[in-house]
T-cell receptor
Framework: DTAVSQTPKYLVTQMGNDKSIKCEQN?????MYWYKQDSKKFLKIMFS???????INETVPNRFSPKSPDKAHLNLHINSLELGDSAVYFC????????????FGSGTRLTVV | DQQVKQNSPSLSVQEGRISILNCDYT??????FLWYKKYPAEGPTFLIS?????DKNEDGRFTVFLNKSAKHLSLHIVPSQPGDSAVYFC???????????FGQGTRLTINP
C-alpha cells in the first residue's frame, strides 16, 4: 500500500526519558513534515524536510531533533521528555512543499507520565 | 497567533440536511485553502481545496466557498450522511512559505 506510515501508534513513557518516532513514505514525495496536535487541537508544524534538507524549523525546543536519512524517511527524536510533550504527533509528506495538500500518517499519541 | 480559526468546536446535523463548516483567517496573503477530514485514530485526509483566485469549488456533495473580503471560507456538505461524522480541519497555504497552517478543527456529528 502506498502511504505514510509512522510508528509507534501509542507511546507511554516517563518524564526524562528519550524516545523516537519513525516515519516512512513510499509516495515518492520530496517533502516531509512533523506536525504536533496540541491540547487545543491545533495542528502546528514543527519541522519540514525537502530532499533530506531541513527547510522549516518552527519554535521547537532543542530537545526535539528530526533526522532524515533519505527523502523517504523522517524520524523524530525527543530527549528528556516533559509532561508538556504529551500530544499527538503527525508525520506527513507532499510532492511540493506547502502546496496541494499533504498525505498524513495515522499519528503517534505520546503520553508522558 | 492563530492565523486560521474554526470557531465552532462541534456541529450536529440531521442526516440528509446540509452541513456548513466555517473557517476564518487573518493573513490576506494566503493563496490556497484546503479542507481535511479526520476520523478517530487516523491521520487527516484531504477533502477539497480552493485557490484564492476562485470563490467556489465543488466536488460531488462537497462545496467550498471563499469570501476573500471577509477572510472567510466555508465547507458545505449536501446531503449529509452518517459517514461524514468526523473532525474537519481547515488549512491555508502561503506561496513560498512551504507549509500549511491549520485551524483547530470542528467535530461534525450526523444524526440518523
Amino acid at each position: 500500500d502506498t502511504a505514510v506510515s509512522q510508528t509507534p501508534k501509542y507511546l507511554v513513557t516517563q518524564m526524562g526519558n528519550d524516545k523516537s518516532i519513525k516515519c516512512e513514505q513510499n509516495l515518492g514525495h520530496d517533502t516531509m513534515y512533523w506536525y504536533k496536535q496540541d491540547s487545543k487541537k491545533f495542528l502546528k508544524i514543527m519541522f519540514s524536510y525537502n530532499n533530506k534538507e531541513l527547510i522549516i524549523n518552527e519554535t521547537v525546543p532543542n530537545r526535539f531533533s528530526p533526522k532524515s536519512p533519505d527523502k523517504a524517511h523522517l524520524n523524530l527524536h525527543i530527549n528528556s521528555l516533559e509532561l508538556g510533550d504529551s500530544a499527538v504527533y503527525f508525520c506527513a509528506s507532499s510532492q511540493i512543499a506547502g502546496v496541494y495538500g499533504y498525505t498524513f500518517g495515522s499519528g503517534t499519541r505520546l503520553t508522558v507520565v | 497567533d492563530q492565523q486560521v480559526k474554526q470557531n465552532s468546536p462541534s456541529l450536529s446535523v440531521q442526516e440528509g440536511r446540509i452541513s456548513i463548516l466555517n473557517c476564518d483567517y487573518t493573513n490576506s496573503m494566503f493563496d490556497y485553502f484546503l479542507w481535511y477530514k479526520k476520523y478517530p485514530a487516523e491521520g487527516p485526509t484531504f477533502l477539497i481545496s480552493i485557490s484564492s483566485i476562485k470563490d467556489k469549488n465543488e466536488d460531488g456533495r462537497f462545496t467550498v466557498f471563499l469570501n476573500k473580503s471577509a477572510k472567510h471560507l466555508s465547507l458545505h456538505i449536501v446531503p449529509s450522511q452518517p459517514g461524514d461524522s468526523a473532525v474537519y480541519f481547515c488549512a491555508a497555504s502561503l506561496q513560498g512559505a512551504q507549509k500549511l497552517v491549520f485551524g483547530q478543527g470542528t467535530r461534525l456529528t450526523i444524526n440518523p
